[in-house]
């Protein structure tokens, strides 16, 4: 069974750095062509994804989001931590993590930040 | 980047009715595309994967087709459960991209 779960701050405040982290059971990620993405979804609005990494360690990120985002996975501890750096109020939003086998199979719950002062 | 346009944004229908969602691609994307449903407070779910394939416990009545930029997911009638938003995702080219959703509502 297949389960993932997002953890960091609920709320942060502009210019800060978020880290938030991706706790997963079920699978590996050693394995080269399974990955784990972020996706976030401001309040009432669409998905829009943000990154991702591969059991090979190769990593994507959002074009326009690319200069403030890092990926990042300890397989060990079965965790993917996702950073993103000079937070705005736009960016708050649920973020969930979620299992690409070859589509977002799996989801996290999802963890709400909000971005203020 | 490949955007994904949906169509209605908001579709009002009742139980037993037929639903038709439409998702067109700025390019041709095969048939590299799903179909999430979601509800509100809860995340995203996958039901059809690769344009057509539905995904592990996904009833029949959800089926999908389409190939090169245009997609449609079909309900063939509506459950009181299925009234929620709808978002498809390509898989083709980098950046993954999602469309920006149709809400099918209760008429």
């Known amino acids: 069974q297949i389960t993932l779960k997002e953890s960091g701050p609920t709320l942060v405040k502009p210019t800060e750095t978020l880290t938030l982290t991706c706790t997963f059971s079920?699978?590996?990620?050693?394995?080269?062509?399974?990955?784990v993405g972020w996706i976030r979804q401001p309040p009432g609005k669409a998905l829009e994804w943000l990154a991702l990494i591969y059991g090979d360690d190769d990593r994507r990120l959002s074009p326009t989001l690319k200069n403030s985002l890092a990926i990042t996975k300890d397989t060990s501890k079965n965790q993917v931590v996702l950073t993103m750096t000079n937070m705005d109020s736009v960016d708050t939003g649920t973020y969930y993590c979620a299992y690409l086998g070859r589509y977002f199979d799996y989801w996290g719950q999802g963890t709400l930040v909000s971005v203020s002062s | 980047e490949i955007v994904l346009t949906q169509s209605p944004a908001t579709l009002s229908l009742s139980p037993g009715e037929r639903a038709t969602l439409s998702c067109r691609a700025s390019q041709t994307i095969s048939r590299f595309l799903a179909w999430y449903q979601q509800k509100p407070g809860q995340a995203p779910r996958l039901l059809i994967y690769?344009?057509?394939n539905r995904a592990t416990g996904i009833p029949a009545r959800f089926s999908g087709s389409g190939s090169g930029t245009d997609f449609t997911l079909t309900i063939s009638s509506l459950e009181p459960e299925d009234f929620a938003v709808y978002y498809c995702?390509?898989?083709?080219?980098?950046?993954?991209?999602f469309g920006q959703g149709t809400k099918l509502e209760i008429k």
């Open positions: 690769d344009a057509s």
């Open positions: 079920g699978f590996s990620l050693s394995t080269s062509r399974l990955g």
């Open positions: 995702q390509q898989r083709s080219n980098w950046p993954l991209s």
